[in-house]
């Protein structure tokens, strides 16, 4: 670790560098791709770079929208949505998806994708993905500042009613082998993104497990 004095800023006033730093050392980070329906049954497909997994029992993800986008409400309106992983395969695809079409347009089609029907949800999945979560919204929370002043930003959380996983990402033990779908993961800029190999894995044990 370097002895030279930390370069500190504060976010209110600025960074002062060429691009803020904050989703490139919280990162890479798994990609939102959300599918939505409206209520009158347009589909939208987009994809969110602050997506994690929250909860265990009951499984519960969300991603976060800077404003109160199609995504958000689709889902407010319907109370369901369905995750689809995206991978180094469907990168090109994914990022055509994240595009500001004119309201009606159909991202699917856009991006040469095939919607199929979900079996507990009326959202539409990514049949190309390898992995879907069709879920149902538990919270849709508009953020706010340590001020308590309101952000344009919404934290979107579902839990996970049903999943897909394509057979061949599960090895003869039935463990799912994160590295063989290629997951692709969000970096810092404009353009960053990082994928996944078993050739940088390692493992540790919590210290109560490994005793």
């Known amino acids: 670790?370097?002895?030279?004095?930390?370069?500190?800023?504060?976010?209110?006033?600025?960074?002062?560098?060429?691009?803020?730093?904050?989703?490139?050392?919280?990162?890479?980070?798994?990609?939102?791709?959300?599918?939505?329906?409206?209520?009158?049954?347009?589909?939208?497909?987009?994809?969110?770079?602050?997506?994690?997994?929250?909860?265990?029992?009951?499984?519960?993800?969300?991603?976060s929208s800077n404003g109160w986008k199609d995504s958000v409400a689709n889902i407010v309106e319907t109370g369901e949505f369905v995750w689809n992983l995206a991978t180094r395969p469907l990168a090109e695809a994914m990022n055509s998806s994240s595009a500001a079409l004119p309201r009606?347009?159909?991202?699917?089609?856009?991006?040469?994708?095939?919607?199929?029907?979900?079996?507990?949800?009326?959202?539409?999945?990514?049949?190309?993905?390898?992995?879907?979560?069709?879920?149902?919204?538990?919270?849709?929370?508009?953020?706010?500042s340590a001020a308590g002043e309101k952000v344009n930003t919404w934290l979107v959380l579902g839990e996970v009613i049903a999943v897909h996983i394509d057979p061949t990402l599960l090895d003869e033990n039935g463990i799912y082998q994160t590295a063989a779908a290629q997951p692709v993961l969000r970096a810092g800029g404009p353009s960053a993104y990082y994928g996944i190999s078993d050739q940088h894995r390692f493992d540790l044990l919590r210290p109560e497990l490994g005793r």
């Not at 040469?112 to 979560?133: D, M, Q, W, Y």
């Open 104 to 144: 009606g347009e159909d991202e699917f089609a856009f991006a040469g994708l095939t919607p199929i029907a979900g079996v507990r949800v009326k959202a539409e999945r990514v049949a190309e993905s390898p992995v879907n979560f069709e879920c149902r919204l538990t919270q849709c929370i508009q953020l706010q």
């Open 1 to 63: 670790m370097s002895s030279e004095p930390r370069y500190y800023y504060e976010p209110a006033t600025g960074h002062g560098l060429p691009h803020d730093p904050l989703n490139a050392i919280i990162g890479p980070r798994p990609i939102g791709w959300i599918s939505s329906l409206s209520a009158s049954g347009q589909r939208n497909l987009a994809p969110y770079s602050f997506f994690n997994c929250f909860n265990y029992r009951p499984p519960i993800i969300g991603f």
